[in-house]
């Protein structure tokens, strides 16, 4: 299995930044992408920004030019760098990791949140 720890979450106040971190552990050898997701009370929960193991990103439309992910493979940690934060960026924020395999779909991994608030 993969494990999957998030850190650095909090409230923050309008225009401010935060740095997103999510250790993976495990069986990591095979991922293939990790991303971040986030999830408001009573929305959906959509996809933020995706990395893959190519170096490839892709961003959601809300949060392009504000967000970049980023990862450091010697320490198995993808970041979300969030600048000009906004209210409608408050969510729970789940790390996500996948694992292709061949002999089937590929696998979902989520780490538990970490919240995100951003108000005055």
């Known amino acids: 299995q993969v494990q999957l720890v998030e850190s650095g979450g909090g409230l923050v106040q309008p225009g401010g930044s935060l740095r997103l971190s999510c250790a993976a552990s495990g069986s990591i050898f095979a991922l293939n992408s990790m991303g971040w997701y986030r999830q408001a009370p009573g929305r959906q929960r959509e996809l933020v920004a995706v990395i893959t193991s190519g170096d490839n990103t892709n961003y959601a439309d809300s949060v392009k030019g504000r967000f970049t992910i980023s990862r450091d493979n010697a320490k198995n940690t993808v970041y979300l760098t969030m600048n000009s934060l906004k209210p409608e960026d408050t969510a729970v924020y789940h790390c996500?990791?996948?694992?292709?395999?061949?002999?089937?779909?590929?696998?979902?991994?989520w780490g538990q949140g970490t919240q995100v608030t951003v108000s005055s």
């Open positions: 996500n990791a996948r694992t292709g395999r061949s002999w089937g779909p590929p696998v979902d991994y």
